[in-house]
């Protein structure tokens, strides 16, 4: 149980375009989503909260308008990098938690941005 | 605030030796703590976890850590390192609040030579 999907796997596009990515927890409800960032040979950099229904709160540093995040569902957050550029080519990885306040995290596999 | 530091970006050990992979934290309320493992190009995979109870937590491919209150320390460690143990290896904490983020350390890497 706890599988968290991402799709997709890797996208390449090319600057100024935007790419949408969505985070499913496959069996489970996950009231909060965690969106973060890993640059290459580096850890994991919060970017940003999300809980059903209301707005993401974003860390400090972190642009709102570039990156948004939508929590529509209990199973479904998404990521969308709107008019990306290559110093936005990352690895992006979601984890989710349940109802209850759970600490337990459960981590997407990731997803590659590549901006050309 | 909390906040992880591995020592050691890369740890290198022989197939069959000792693993030592060191964790400390800081945190001003009693934290939760975690090891994950990440292959290239793949998520976390967590590998054990400290909530309460017994400060020594088994985990998943042989690998087990003890939280030592008095040394701020989560060390991660395995008896005999296998080839397949090369892996990123990260330490995390968060706090027994619910639906908080983790923080994570900056990660170590394992290479095990043959």
């Known amino acids: 149980g706890a599988v968290v999907s991402q799709h997709p796997s890797w996208v390449i596009c090319k600057s100024g375009t935007s790419v949408k990515i969505e985070c499913r927890s496959l069996d489970f409800q996950a009231t909060t989503m965690f969106w973060y960032r890993q640059f290459p040979k580096q850890s994991l950099m919060l970017m940003a909260t999300s809980n059903e229904g209301s707005k993401a709160t974003y860390e400090q540093g972190v642009e709102k308008d570039k990156f948004l995040i939508n929590h529509a569902s209990l199973t479904l957050s998404t990521l969308t990098v709107t008019s990306a550029h290559p110093e936005d080519s990352s690895f992006y990885i979601c984890?989710?938690?349940?109802?209850?306040?759970?600490?337990?995290?459960?981590f997407g596999p990731g997803t590659r941005l590549t901006v050309t | 605030a909390q906040s992880v530091t591995q020592l050691g970006s890369h740890v290198s050990v022989s197939e069959g030796a000792l693993v030592l992979l060191r964790c400390n934290y800081s945190s001003s309320v009693p934290p939760y703590l975690f090891w994950y493992v990440q292959y290239p190009n793949q998520g976390l995979q967590l590998l054990l976890k400290?909530?309460?109870?017994?400060?020594l937590v088994k985990g998943i491919n042989g690998f087990e850590a003890e939280f030592k209150k008095s040394e701020t320390s989560f060390h991660l460690t395995k008896p005999s390192a296998h080839m397949s143990d090369a892996a990123e290896y990260f330490c995390?904490?968060?706090?027994?609040?619910?639906?908080?983020?983790?923080?994570f350390g900056k990660g170590t890497r394992l290479s095990v030579i043959a």
């Open positions: 995390a904490v968060t706090r027994n609040s619910g639906n908080t983020p983790l923080v």
């Open positions: 984890s989710a938690t349940g109802d209850g306040g759970s600490y337990e995290q459960y």
């Open positions: 400290y909530t309460t109870g017994a400060t």
